[in-house]
T-cell receptor, first 113, second 115 residues
Framework: SQTIHQWPATLVQPVGSPLSLECTVEGTSNPNLYWYRQAAGRGLQLLFYSVGIGQISSEVPQNLSASRPQDRQFILSSKKLLLSDSGFYLC????????????FGDGTRLSIL | GNSVTQMEGPVTLSEEAFLTINCTYTATGYPSLFWYVQYPGEGLQLLLKATKADDKGSNKGFEATYRKETTSFHLEKGSVQVSDSAVYFCALTTNSGGSNYKLTFGKGTLLTVNP
């Protein structure tokens, strides 16, 4: 069966520091991969998605970037964090087939001080 | 474009009460519909899905029927438990143009069930 792992679960970082969040998927090949941010108030904002290695699409301009160095690895990065980057970050995957659901990791709670 | 509208709540019920969370949608193409549940501090879990008109998705006592004529996918449960307290998201995806298969989410409905 397929599983998705996301780490760390919690992260506290100072303003201006770099960021690297990692997500890996097991049990499937060539998945679509997604990064979301969920701010307080529940709404989900799609940040990036990827349909293959090295293929990244950005949904919103921001100070974050994403990379997909391997088929089942998706990384969210920043060179210098802002206070506004605080939030709950969720990674998800879906099958490359049509109209399939996305499956989410457990999330990373990021707090910027 | 695609959009999902769901009652924002919060919804507060007593244990064993009947639950309905309304969800309506607009979509280009023929969507698949989903309900996700998010327990406090956790990621989203797929609760149920329906891929064509009149399909009924069900799981853990929850049900939702894909109604194309009313573009709705309301979530129901006959008798809620305290453990059902969570945020519920309605979502859809369409395979229209490209292979990205992005999900469109509603804003979420916070459900609190009191003993």
């Amino acid at each position: 069966s397929q599983t998705i792992h996301q780490w760390p679960a919690t992260l506290v970082q100072p303003v201006g520091s770099p960021l690297s969040l990692e997500c890996t998927v097991e049990g499937t090949s060539n998945p679509n991969l997604y990064w979301y941010r969920q701010a307080a108030g529940r709404g989900l904002q799609l940040l990036f998605y990827s349909v293959g290695i090295g293929q990244i699409s950005s949904e919103v301009p921001q100070n974050l970037s994403a990379s997909r160095p391997q088929d089942r690895q998706f990384i969210l990065s920043s060179k210098k964090l802002l206070l506004s980057d605080s939030g709950f970050y969720l990674c998800a995957w879906s099958s490359g087939q049509g109209n399939q659901p996305q499956h989410f990791g457990d999330g990373t709670r990021l707090s910027i001080l | 474009g695609n959009s999902v509208t769901q009652m924002e709540g919060p919804v507060t019920l007593s244990e064993e009460a009947f639950l309905t969370i309304n969800c309506t949608y607009t979509a280009t193409g023929y969507p698949s519909l989903f309900w996700y549940v998010q327990y406090p501090g956790e990621g989203l879990q797929l609760l149920l899905k329906a891929t064509k008109a009149d399909d009924k998705g069900s799981n853990k006592g929850f049900e939702a029927t894909y109604r194309k004529e009313t573009t709705s996918f309301h979530l129901e449960k006959g008798s809620v438990q305290v453990s059902d307290s969570a945020v519920y998201f309605c979502a859809l995806t369409t395979n229209s143009g490209g292979s990205n298969y992005k999900l469109t989410f509603g804003k979420g409905t916070l459900l609190t069930v009191n003993p």
